[in-house]
């Protein structure tokens, strides 16, 4: 998931409804179903996470991983590590292959097992087909699930837990206080009539729609990215949500009339978490969000958005923190992703998206000179910059871009190297940003800034962080 954008607000009515009124996470879900049943294989045309290509992130946990579990007396014969939202399966294979780097003996390494978890059969496909997870396929295996209910799993059996940006997606709610009263958004989706026309049976269309069936609505128009929502907000249903009295208690700390999300999936997860955890095992959870009640108060914050139709909303990792606490979970590492990275590798890292964020002129260039200054920093940071993997970067071209551009564009891309930076979020060390500093100058990239954001890190009020606790 990128940093996420509000949803567009529409002032106009359509005239074609294709359903009624529910709160937003049960819309959420039924949306986000036909998401991946219609496009789970093509996830990477609308967002890239943090661990779809690049190493760094996957380094850490195992650092942290191994590290932890060397001190451990009493190990179960088999350690079962469970990835929830298994992506690409990059970050499983860049995890093993460093896990089996740094354990010297292989002790730890034979002993674990991988869980790929994920609801989604396509997703977890593809994760397995990863060129660089072939060489642990022994070790993984496959589980088509959903992470807020692993009822098949036994309680206590397993060691570690990567939940990596799946709280975005599940179910979430968005409440606001009004008059001291919690109530929640409605949404209400529609076609525009010029859509409607595009469908042979719109009867049909609808009854496959409500039924989210994948097959029939495979063969017709595309239609998730012009959905078009209404919005409306209404007393919340308590018999139907939990944790009420710590909801409450955390809506008194936000003003009133501001949109909350409430990530009730992500609750579930740290719940089963809690129950799957050996003692000494450890959840850690990977999304964007805040856990700042001063930015949650902010009504100018991003709170939700769109990608090709999924519905993602930004995690509230503060009310997150409040209800594992009711569950007697009494620490809880709430810290930014660049942060544990640069701890438990012993680097200072950037992403290339704070590095791109420090040219004098990034917010003011048009797309097309956006995307040369993107490609000619990569090509500057290759220099460099040498990743243990190899890896094609994943940057479509603009259609939009007139032909003389487009064919700059691509030479830039294509005298990337494969073992350069892997993609336009990747995290960048201090090294390999210092070592060029002099060409990124020539670029238009602000010397004095660059160094600032190596030492104090980017300020952006939705961030990467990390939620993690261990098992007592």
């Known amino acids: 998931m990128s940093i996420i954008p509000a949803l ?6 359509p005239p074609q409804l294709i359903g009624e009124f529910k709160p937003v996470d049960e819309w959420q879900v039924h949306i986000n179903a036909l998401f991946y049943g219609l496009r789970g294989g093509r996830v990477r045309d609308y967002y890239q996470t943090m661990a779809s290509a690049d190493y760094r992130l996957a380094h850490a946990l195992a650092v942290d991983y191994h590290a932890h579990t060397t001190k451990q007396a009493n190990l179960l014969a088999t350690l079962v590590i469970q990835e929830w939202g298994c992506g690409n399966g990059n970050l499983a294979a860049c995890f093993l292959t460093h896990l ?48 807020q209910d692993l009822s098949g799993v036994k309680d206590g059996s397993v060691h570690w837990i990567h939940c990596n940006e799946l709280w975005n997606e599940l179910r979430t709610k968005v409440i ?38 994948i097959a029939k609505l495979k063969g017709g128009p595309s239609f998730l990215d012009e959905i078009i929502w209404e919005r409306d907000y209404q007393p919340i249903d308590w018999k139907r949500v939990p944790y009420r009295k710590t909801i409450s208690d955390f809506m008194k700390q936000i003003d009133e009339l501001v949109i909350v999300p409430a990530n009730f999936g ?71 992703q660049r942060e544990f990275a640069s701890r438990v590798l012993g680097v200072t ?54 032909e003389p551009q487009r064919q700059e564009l691509q030479g830039l891309l294509e005298s990337l190297p494969q073992r350069g930076v892997p993609d336009t979020i990747a995290y960048l060390s201090e090294e390999e940003v210092l070592g060029v500093i002099t060409e990124l100058d020539a670029l238009g990239f602000e010397r004095a800034r660059v160094q600032e954001t190596l030492a104090v890190g980017p300020r952006r009020d939705i961030d990467y962080y990390r939620f993690s606790f261990v098992q007592k």
């Not at 567009?8 to 009515?13: K, L, Q, S, W």
């Not at 994920?118 to 295996?141: E, F, G, K, S, T």
């Not at 940071?381 to 007139?402: C, H, K, M, N, V």
């Open 349 to 402: 890292v950037l992403t290339m998206v704070d590095l791109l964020e420090t040219h004098l002129s990034w917010g003011r260039l048009k797309p097309w000179d956006r995307d040369r200054l993107v490609l000619k920093t990569l090509k500057v940071l290759d220099i460099g910059y040498r990743s243990p993997y190899q890896r094609a970067i994943d940057f479509p071209i603009r259609t939009e871009i007139a």
């Open 176 to 213: 606001l206080r009004k008059e001291g009263e919690i109530v929640e958004e409605q949404v209400r989706p529609n076609l525009s009539d010029a859509k409607t026309k595009e469908f042979d049976d719109w009867s049909a269309f609808l009854r496959a729609f409500e039924a989210r069936d």
């Open 8 to 13: 567009a607000a529409h002032e106009e009515t």
């Open 266 to 336: 992500a609750v579930a997860t740290i719940k089963e978490a809690q129950r799957l955890l050996a003692p000494g095992g450890r959840f850690t959870s990977l999304d964007a969000g805040t856990p700042e009640k001063t930015v949650l108060s902010n009504p100018d914050k991003p709170c939700y958005g769109l990608h090709g139709g999924q519905y993602s909303f930004i995690v509230n990792f503060a009310l997150c923190d409040e209800v594992a606490r009711h569950l007697g979970i009494t620490e809880v590492a709430v810290e930014p």
């Open 100 to 147: 089996k780097a740094l354990d010297s003996t292989g002790a730890i390494y034979r002993k674990t097992r991988y869980v790929l978890v994920d609801a989604n059969r396509d997703a977890l496909q593809a994760a397995l087909a990863h060129p660089d997870l072939q060489a642990h396929r022994d070790r993984v295996i496959p589980l088509q699930a959903d992470a």
